[in-house]
């Protein structure tokens, strides 16, 4: 189908006029639509399939975008899986028992890959993705600490979390939407990630807890769960302030237990209260799905969980949304059953050997210098070498490597080292040591390039940044 596309990238002045070559419609059929109002009538399926899919090829090439920590493959098994459930309402647990019951065991797997003290005395949940995930375990934070201060007869005027600057945009959501101050951390060159460095300084009565994260979004670098916890420890010795931590394990909680199993960060640390995880990033299941768990059911406030009569059954429900897709969660278990524990550790295993390849080429390349390698989740930054005047920035090789059909971006780090630019590649499952290989050569090719400039590219408008 010919579309007339020639307007649709542009921002502003958008065409609003759909133009169908009436070669592919039946006679009689509108050769015009507008983009922005509902149709008059009805047009065959296959003439609303072919202006979708026409519309959709303009988007990048998922495979090659590195931008992104969500999976972007799966099987073919996996896809039929999907299109066989893909009308399952998560919520309906009286109408879908089966899924409800294998929901339950996925999460109850988890908890025991993440070392929590009692498999039977444990809650959790999927959600939409880990960002709901985490907003649940910052609610219980907060609903344990309003709870323990009414208990003490204190105000619960002035709940507050404590974070890193670099922690991924739904922290700051959730402290909006909860009325939370957010007290962040800030990132340094000696400290580049939340690590129990001068926590006293942000801790007081009124903290409800600590987010730490297990792959920072910005460099891949996991805060050390153990250290900051030992630093809170310091500090209930000194003020018998109790706090606990939230561990965001969006990308970190699917990889240290195969690949770091020796790194304590989960359960095994006691002032764990929750973990999240996102199913659709390397849980290798595609969006959205994500997972919480609780350390057990003493830390779950019973104020958080509904009871509501829904299609001739009373269903617990523990979830800001309410319908939610169920095709996501069979797909989970899928993974769970198709790859099994040494499944997954050889995935993750290859994308961390597929990581730490690129990383070591391209730190040989002369003016790059790395910030993290890619060996805890397979996620990579570097930056431009200091002290050296270029005629470009790694937003013109982002820009050059998108010419290419990579989606490779670059970035400035979080609001106290805003002045520094990354970039970030994420290897996932679809990216192969082949795939790799051909993106070292680009890489090298478009910084010759570049190098090779007598003047600075010109650039008009502001760089796009990426964040997950």
């Not at 303009?58 to 299109?83: C, I, P, Q």
């Not at 051909?438 to 910084?447: M, N, R, W, Y």
């Amino acid at each position: 189908m010919s579309i007339n596309t020639s307007k649709a990238r542009q921002s502003t002045n958008v065409d609003d006029t759909l133009s169908i070559n009436p070669v592919f419609v039946r006679p009689g059929e509108a050769t015009d639509f507008n983009k922005f109002k509902l149709p008059a009538g009805p047009s065959l399926p296959e003439t609303a399939y072919q202006i979708v899919h026409d519309e959709a090829i303009l988007d990048g090439n998922s495979r090659l975008n590195l931008a992104t920590f969500v999976t972007t493959w799966m099987d073919d098994e996996a896809k039929k899986l999907y299109a066989e459930s893909a009308d399952k309402n998560m919520i309906d647990k009286d109408e879908y028992p089966a899924t409800a019951a294998i929901e339950d065991r996925c999460w109850r797997m988890l908890a025991d890959l993440w070392n929590v003290p009692d498999t039977k005395d444990t809650i959790g949940t999927s959600t939409i993705g880990s960002s709901e995930a985490c907003m649940l375990g910052g609610l219980a934070l907060k609903r344990l600490w309003q709870h323990k201060r009414q208990a003490e007869g204190k105000s619960t005027e002035k709940p507050n979390l404590i974070m890193s600057a670099a922690v991924q945009v739904v922290w700051e959501k959730f402290c909006n939407y909860w009325d939370i101050e957010p007290r962040f951390v800030p990132v340094t060159p000696d400290h580049m990630v939340l690590d129990g460095f001068e926590l006293e300084k942000y801790v007081d009565e009124n903290t409800i807890g600590v987010v730490a994260i297990l792959g920072q979004t910005f460099t891949g670098a996991y805060e050390p769960v153990k250290e900051i916890a030992k630093k809170l420890d310091e500090i209930q010795a000194s003020t018998g302030f109790d706090i606990k931590i939230h561990v965001d394990g969006a990308s970190g909680a699917m990889v240290a237990p195969f690949c770091q199993p020796d790194l304590e960060w989960d359960f095994r640390v006691e002032r764990v209260n929750s973990i999240s995880t996102s199913g659709h990033k390397y849980g290798l299941v595609y969006p959205g799905v994500g997972w919480v768990v609780w350390r057990n059911t003493k830390v779950m406030p019973e104020s958080m969980i509904f009871h509501v009569s829904y299609l001739g059954g009373d269903m617990p429900t523990l979830a800001l949304n309410f319908s939610r897709p169920g095709a996501q969660v069979l797909m989970q278990y899928y993974q769970f059953l198709r790859l099994g524990f040494e499944g997954y550790r050889e995935v993750q295993q290859n994308s961390i050997d597929v990581a730490t390849y690129l990383s070591s080429e391209i730190e040989k390349i002369g003016p790059f210098k790395l910030i993290s390698r890619g060996d805890t989740i397979p996620v990579f930054a570097w930056i431009l070498k200091d002290g050296e005047t270029k005629n470009w920035s790694l937003y013109d090789l982002a820009d050059r490597l998108r010419m290419k059909g990579w989606q490779v971006p670059a970035y400035p780090m979080a609001d106290d080292l805003s002045d520094m630019t990354l970039q970030r590649v994420v290897v996932k499952v679809g990216l192969s040591r082949d795939l790799a290989t051909a993106l070292l050569a680009d890489i090298k090719g478009e910084t010759q390039f570049l190098e090779s400039l007598q003047s600075p590219l010109p650039r008009e408008a502001a760089a796009s940044h990426f964040h997950h």
